[in-house]
């Protein structure tokens, strides 16, 4: 069974740090992507950044330059640094794993999702 195991949330101030990082377990496969996606209160889920397994990266405009996104050592294992963080950046952030198999389709698995609070 595939499982997204997220670690890193907590309580920064505005204009600090945070590391999130994503470890899949269960998967034999090597992920086609892997990105994280945040959902403020009352709002539609959104995206953050994703990684290609090709390293081909994606973010949105309101965290360019503030977020990075990369590949840990392990297989399967993606960390989103966040740097200068706003209290706009406060939601909670759900790690995402795409797994593409030739024939059969796509199958996408999220994580639980970890807390994020900026304060101001």
């Known amino acids: 069974q595939v499982q997204l195991v997220e670690s890193g949330g907590g309580l920064v101030q505005a204009g600090g740090s945070l590391r999130l990082t994503c470890a899949v377990s269960?998967?034999?496969?090597?992920?086609?992507?892997m990105g994280w996606y945040r959902q403020h209160p009352g709002k539609q889920r959104e995206l953050v950044a994703t990684i290609s397994s090709a390293g081909s990266t994606d973010y949105a405009d309101s965290v360019k330059g503030r977020f990075t996104i990369a590949t840990e050592g392990a297989k399967n294992t993606v960390a989103l640094q966040m740097n200068s963080l706003k209290p706009e950046d406060t939601a909670v952030y759900y790690c995402?794993?795409?797994?593409?198999?030739?024939?059969?389709?796509?199958?996408?698995?999220w994580g639980q999702g970890t807390q994020v609070t900026v304060s101001s």
């Open positions: 995402n794993a795409e797994f593409r198999v030739t024939g059969t389709g796509s199958f996408d698995y």
């Open positions: 269960g998967a034999a496969l090597t992920a086609d992507a």
